[in-house]
């Protein structure tokens, strides 16, 4: 059926580093996207989405790109820091849904 | 704001009580859902509702029952609770799609059904 998946369960950087967490995505009538950075014991905090009629979106050190065309999407994070240490999850909801689905996530872990 | 909150933190059931997961969010938001994690997963949906007096099923409702009598609350009820309902609950809200969507997260509830 379709789904959102990650490839990389566990990802380990240096800080200082650029991280680039990837996700796929198999519904084609998605039409936004976003990502979101849950710490231990924490629930889930918004970090930055984009929509389908956009390829790029950027915020406070975080990228996100939109491959519509292969189905995928990467949430890059510049100048990694101990603090980014995390799990990330994407997630995408079809147009005219009101529920996202999300992907497992990924961890990420930055060593000092 | 306080954003949302939930109540309790942490709950250890025995199989077959109940409890009721309060929610409340202080942001005037119609979207409220009720999400389950199991460890290592993603998020399961288990309810939702997109406003007062109106719920539906998410991916997982069996042993769950929601009610939404006001904008601010939503609370989750487990009616015998079961060792496979052991999960991390995390309840959230948002405006409507197309009105600055971002989804807020409370901090979650930690329930062990033994």
């Known amino acids: 059926g379709e789904s959102v998946g990650l490839h990389l369960p566990t990802l380990s950087v240096q800080e200082g580093d650029n991280s680039i967490i990837n996700c796929a995505y198999s519904?084609?009538?998605?039409?936004?996207f976003i990502w979101y950075k849950q710490e231990s014991g924490k629930g889930p905090q918004f970090i930055i989405d984009i929509r389908s009629n956009m390829d790029k979106r950027q915020g406070q050190r975080v990228t996100v790109l939109l491959n519509k065309t292969v189905k995928h999407l990467s949430l890059q994070i510049a100048a990694t820091q101990p603090g980014d240490s995390a799990v990330y999850f994407c997630?995408?909801?079809?147009?005219?849904?009101?529920?996202?689905?999300f992907g497992r996530g990924t961890s990420l872990i930055v060593h000092p | 704001n306080a954003g949302v909150t939930q109540t309790p933190k942490f709950r250890i059931l025995k199989i077959g009580q109940s409890m009721t997961l309060q929610c409340t969010q202080d942001m005037n938001h119609n979207y409220m859902y009720w999400y389950r994690q199991d460890p290592g997963m993603g998020l399961k949906l288990i309810y939702y509702s997109v406003g007062a007096g109106i719920t539906d099923k998410g991916e997982v409702p069996n042993g769950y029952n929601v009610s939404r009598s006001t904008t601010e609350d939503f609370p989750l009820r487990l009616e015998l609770a079961a060792p496979s309902q052991t999960s991390v609950y995390f309840c959230?809200?948002?405006?409507?799609?197309?009105?600055?969507?971002?989804?807020?997260f409370g901090p979650g509830t930690r329930l062990l059904v033994l």
């Open positions: 519904n084609s009538a998605s039409d936004y």
């Open positions: 959230a809200s948002n405006k409507p799609p197309g009105q600055q969507e971002t989804q807020y």
């Open positions: 997630a995408e909801r079809a147009g005219g849904s009101y529920i996202p689905t």
